[in-house]
């Protein structure tokens, strides 16, 4: 096996669990939250500032990477880690989630198709949902043909070349290539696409040769207690390094499936491998699915929300779920506010900077702006995730989630 | 007086000169490139970045500043250094400029008003040229009226109030609102412009009152000799802390004018106060200048070439004046390039990133490629000065010329 977790302590009160995931690259401190690096680069961020900031690992997008510049241009270039000065451990994705999602008419994320949704999707039973006739990607059960958002150009990725192409990417720890069913799903077309997840899974573990690579399984089955159990059961028994829990969170259902998820998946995952939450940010999310049993977790928001002014707030600060733990930089009112973001916070933006300083700098579109807000951002969700870490350790992290989320 | 200006060395063929100017914030190695960070803000660094680059001071634009945030929250903030975290010396231009350029229709640089000049300007007696109707500014003999780029607002900048913002920013050095007469202005123009800039010199050192701050007089005159022979003998007689060459070279003009000009100028301004060049960065015009006796320079090229994907290359890697000593990293066969931008260089960029990694950046849009490109061509031409420094001490400029420019 190319990595090794080892549980350090558990918590008593819940599923969460510290440990240590040990990579080719070096040490993952769990829980963890890994920031993402799409494009081989983290968003207005040099990759030496992200260890600076507290992140032990990176994850990039193999979607986005096999378009451009491809994965024979980075193999070239010794793999992700010397083409980007990443010595740390990197994740990959495989390439589904992006892909899928151009099926359902959306490039990035799961907002537009929110704004469109008015149950339609329930009628797709087969292939690409019948979402306003520019579907980019089209599914069938050997993989997906989609075009590029580049150049429109057509490519297909099968479970065969995802792993391919991610052995060629080189990460540390890489994910089989699965099928994310639309938010809202039928139960007919849960089971359609779980199956397939299922059947690529094997493939993907056929093919993976890299050995010092780990490949984690992906748990579908939708917003279905018995297919998220059943999905689990199979996922779980296979011989994968570790486990991602897939499916179309976040923007898409309120908080509660996630936890009812969480809570029908994680009994039937082994106990002594690592479980990945995909595409997961927001505060609250974090401490129940740490609680769960979640050890790490992937998400643009910090970087994204950075560069739209959306800056973190500590609880201390008035950082609360109401306001997401944020401050939007860009309001009037900080135009002469001389104070820090946060004054609570530890980051050398906040140690530095004034309020009015970066709501000059959004408004006078610098790029200075994206990079300070990004480093501020970066640093709160490692500073929140540093503080989970110490709290399962001292047996106090029901005290922190309260702390944070009350 | 607030600086002072120590000449260590001078060059035994030419004008050059090697010193140091000593400001309420630091020290100035000259000759010195004077990088700009136009809305006090470096574009796409943190400034704390700039120093280990080897810059050692920074030139914000008045414009922009007093347009946004406003002069009145800069000194709120306890002035430009604190504002913006630069702790060394920093120049403030006088708005003239700027303004002066909305006048001719346009809004930065030369680039459009060359492309759309042939010859017209000279008609253009009095006021703003006659330039597509478009124009957003308006000179009379006391300032100039016009209209903000940003939001259409009108404001006014007069001699008076140009020094009165510039006190409130509050900058190490700055310079008298001159009007710098547009390219190809007639002599009759010329001569009003000339003579406008001459009597607003006296009321900008008469308005002057900060102590821990110098003023620079701007030499004008436009392509006439006896003006600006005139120009320098005038203003050269006042008691200004340090002077400035105005005018429009650069992409306007041929090299040609640029050497005639300061051969013009330079031997009517005192001995003993520092010469800026305002607005000059070629590596050509820099090598003329700097023999002609001037000690600081200050450009955006640098930042501005690197955002285009404009990458410095030294002379040793077959940089030379016919490619302007640059690569467009952009190009198709940098994409499978695994070498550095520049061999020769020693900047972290080039030690660290390869040409098809910087390649795959900007065709990504990603902003860690403006981030790493403005690096490598700040230290790129910071290293230039150092070496020009290094030569003036070593009596060995002209041969430093010959490596560059043959």
């Not at 378009?67 to 390439?95: C, E, V, Y």
């Not at 075009?147 to 070349?161: A, E, Q």
Request: with cysteine; hydrophobic share 35%.
């Amino acid at each position: 096996m190319s990595i090794k977790f080892k549980i350090i302590k558990k918590d008593p009160k819940s599923r969460a669990r510290r440990g240590v995931i040990f990579t080719p690259h070096g040490k993952i401190h769990t829980p963890a939250f890994i920031n993402v690096g799409t494009q081989a680069a983290m968003k207005a961020l040099e990759i030496g500032d992200l260890k600076k900031l507290g992140a032990e690992a990176v994850l990039c997008n193999t979607y986005h990477l096999m378009l451009r510049p491809g994965a024979d241009i980075i193999k070239k270039a010794g793999g992700l880690h010397k083409f980007m000065n990443w010595q740390g451990p990197i994740f990959t994705d495989s390439g589904g989630f992006q892909v899928f999602s151009l099926g359902f008419g959306m490039e990035r994320g799961l907002r537009k198709i929110n704004a469109t949704l008015k149950g339609g999707l329930q009628e797709g039973k087969r292939g690409v949902p019948p979402l306003g006739g520019k579907k980019l990607a089209k599914i069938d059960d050997k993989g997906v043909t989609f075009r590029s958002h580049i150049d429109g150009s057509l490519h297909r990725l099968t479970p065969k070349s995802s792993i391919q192409i991610q052995e060629k990417l080189g990460a540390d720890i890489i994910f089989a290539f699965d099928e994310c069913p639309p938010p809202f799903a039928s139960r007919e077309y849960s089971i359609e696409a779980m199956e397939r997840t299922h059947k690529w899974a094997k493939e993907c573990l056929k093919t993976h040769k890299r050995r010092n690579q780990a490949l984690f399984g992906i748990v579908q089955g939708g917003e279905y207690e018995d297919l998220r159990k059943e999905s689990a059961k199979i996922i779980g028994a296979m011989p994968f390094d570790g486990f991602g829990i897939g499916g179309s969170f976040g923007t898409a259902c309120s908080k509660k499936p996630i936890e009812k998820t969480l809570g029908w998946v994680i009994k039937e995952l082994p106990t002594e491998k690592p479980r990945h939450f995909l595409g997961i940010g927001g505060v609250d999310d974090i401490f129940y699915s740490v609680k769960a049993g979640i050890d790490t977790f992937d998400c643009v928001s910090p970087t994204r929300l950075a560069r739209q002014g959306n800056l973190y707030l500590r609880p201390e600060s008035r950082g609360n779920i109401r306001n997401k733990f944020r401050l939007h930089i860009s309001k009037r009112e900080f135009k002469k506010d001389f104070g820090p973001i946060d004054k609570n916070c530890g980051c050398e933006v906040c140690k530095t900077y004034s309020r009015a300083y970066l709501n000059h700098l959004f408004a006078s579109n610098e790029i200075l702006a994206y990079i300070l807000a990004s480093k501020h951002n970066i640093y709160f969700i490692q500073q929140l995730f540093r503080e989970i870490r110490e709290a399962i350790k001292n047996d106090t992290l029901s005290k922190l989630e309260k702390n944070w989320l009350s």
